[in-house]
């Protein structure tokens, strides 16, 4: 089975850090380019990140450029988001997605073929 599982939310004070992990099971990781995408009370899903198959390549929306960094790790099958200097606008629930496509730079959510049910951050004032 296809599975996608997010861990490493949680509730943090403002300026504070946390690492998302995405594990991925299933299918064949390498061919995969991975994005995590979020989506804040009252609105639409958004990309955050997104690490592109063909050269590891990232990409990152701009509220997010200079706090935020994703990695994967191909030995563990599992992409990180670092998070740093968070702000209480950064919270949402954080889904990870995989798409076979080997770019991933302005790739819509429509274009990912699977997902993790996500894992819920919080950051306080």
């Known amino acids: 089975d296809v599975q996608l599982q997010a861990s490493g939310g949680g509730l943090v004070q403002a300026g504070g850090s946390l690492r998302l992990s995405c594990v991925a099971s299933g299918f064949t990781f390498d061919d995969y380019s991975f994005a995590w995408f979020r989506q804040g009370p009252g609105k639409e899903r958004e990309v955050v990140s997104c690490?592109?198959?063909?050269?590891?390549?990232?990409d990152y929306a701009d509220f997010v450029k200079g706090r935020f960094t994703i990695s994967s790790d191909n030995a563990k099958n599992t992409v990180y988001l670092q998070m740093n200097s968070l702000k209480p606008e950064d919270t949402a629930v954080y889904y990870c997605a995989a798409s076979l496509l080997g770019y991933c730079s302005g790739l819509p959510a429509k274009e990912y073929d699977y997902w993790g049910p996500g894992t819920q951050v919080t950051v306080s004032s």
């Open positions: 690490i592109s198959s063909a050269n590891s390549s990232a």
